[in-house]
């Protein structure tokens, strides 16, 4: 989680309703195809010497660099890796690197993502007020701020240098869906992955200084949703909801880029096969159905406008994963009495 004598990676979020309006899960429900294309970049930092300031600054300027690049993809959303602009540092330069937002790296990210219509995810050291957070700021299409997440779990270096934990999960809309956050530590409690899970997150971020190699695929297939990391060295990656890693980033290649579909769900294969082919006889190629045969899981995609995957689910009384696990609990507290 970094070298000792330079900041680890952390984790802040919180749960703002007011983030979310009915725009996003009313164009799902009308059947909106939501394949987006998702990008992410690696990047250790510029290096070099200098003043505190140069640095930064050299990494800014390497860092947009790296995002023009991936903005030929046309991806619809991009990530950064966590607290760019203070790769490098010493613990004590890192934290002096903190801004607040709007800020200088906030504001060039802003007119980058406007002149290629994408969102990014510009993780960055956040003051606010008199207290400084390992954050994660959203800037949409337009480059406005959509809102900021904070690391919920700072490592212990972090907060000694004085970095605020965050104190709740933040989901945030996008025009294809909700999407969330996690820094770094924070992936070492699977509370922060429920949550996220529990907010209806269906695609989220990882901005880190490791890798988290096993525990992506973990979070990913325990909790039904796409993660998309970036890494501050090679190894970044996109991993699907049933915890395979699509691709992953190299040293030859600090740019990847995929496109996934987000009106999914997740089912066990019990109770639920049979139906496949009166699925793929009505719908065909409009639907695809990914089977993970050795965890007995399944993921149903639509492809189609005007028709949803929920919509599926009910015509055709499918049981997802959560309610099978729920109600085979239920049996077995029923047999115990």
């Known amino acids: 989680m ?48 200098g003043s505190t300031e140069d640095k930064i600054e050299r990494n800014r300027k390497a860092a947009f660099e790296l995002l023009e690049m991936a903005a030929l993809d046309k991806p619809d959303i991009v990530c950064l890796p966590e607290t760019f602009t203070g790769l490098g540092l010493e613990i004590k330069e890192w934290f002096r690197s903190a801004e607040v937002v ?46 900021s997440y904070h690391k919920i779990h700072p490592t212990i270096q972090e907060i000694e240098a004085g970095v605020s934990p965050g ?13 969330g956050f996690a820094i770094c530590f924070d992936m070492n409690y699977r509370s922060v992955a429920e949550d996220l899970k529990a907010g209806g997150a269906k695609l989220v971020f990882f901005p880190s200084m ?28 996109i991993v699907d909801p049933l915890g395979r890693t699509l691709v992953k980033s190299s040293g030859y290649m600090q740019i990847i880029s995929r496109p996934i579909n987000l009106d999914f769900e997740v089912f066990h294969i019990d109770y639920n096969y049979e139906k496949w082919p009166a699925i793929k006889r009505k719908y065909g190629s409009g639907v695809e159905i990914d089977v993970a045969e050795p965890e007995g899981v399944f993921a149903l995609y639509c492809n189609m406008n005007g028709i949803t995957v929920e919509d599926i689910t009910k015509e055709f009384e499918l049981e997802t994963r959560d309610e099978y696990f729920k109600r085979a609990e239920e049996k077995r507290e029923e047999a115990l009495g």
């Open 102 to 147: 709007p800020g200088p790296t906030t504001e060039a990210v802003s007119k980058i993502a406007e002149e290629h219509g994408m969102y990014v995810v510009c993780p960055i050291v956040e003051r606010s007020g008199d207290r400084t957070f390992n954050s994660a700021i959203l800037i949409d299409r337009k480059g406005t701020v959509v809102g």
């Open 2 to 49: 970094g070298p000792s004598k330079s900041i680890a990676g952390s984790y802040l979020w919180r749960f703002d309703t007011q983030f979310l309006s009915a725009g996003v899960l009313l164009g799902a429900r009308k059947g909106m195809v939501r394949e987006i294309r998702v990008s992410t970049i690696s990047f250790t930092g510029a290096g070099g010497n």
């Open 167 to 179: 104190t709740n999960p933040t989901i945030l809309e996008t025009d294809f869906g909700l999407i």
């Open 210 to 237: 490791y890798p988290g190699g096993l525990q992506l695929s973990i979070w990913a297939h325990d909790m039904s949703f796409f993660i998309a990391s970036a890494f501050t060295g090679n190894g970044s990656a």
